[in-house]
């Protein structure tokens, strides 16, 4: 999965839970971004995600892995 794969589906998630969800591409260095959903947030790559970083990712947004 890649960062653009992951917040299309963060949005299918909010959209699906009647969440609030924002990307912020300012709030990151390089290629990194912020995405909020909720009162929560994490930071996005554009590249590719590894299984350990996406866990990390939905935990920090407090997303079970079988709900994303």
Do not use: P
Request: aromatic share 8%; glycine share 14%; no cysteine.
């Amino acid at each position: 999965m890649n960062g653009r794969e992951f917040v299309r589906r963060a949005r299918r998630y909010a959209r699906k839970t009647g969440k609030e969800i924002r990307f912020d591409q300012r709030r990151g260095k390089g290629s990194h971004g912020t995405l909020y959903l909720g009162n929560r947030h994490t930071m996005v790559k554009h590249g590719e995600i590894s299984k350990g970083v996406l866990a990390t990712m939905l935990k920090h947004l407090g997303i079970d892995r079988k709900e994303f």
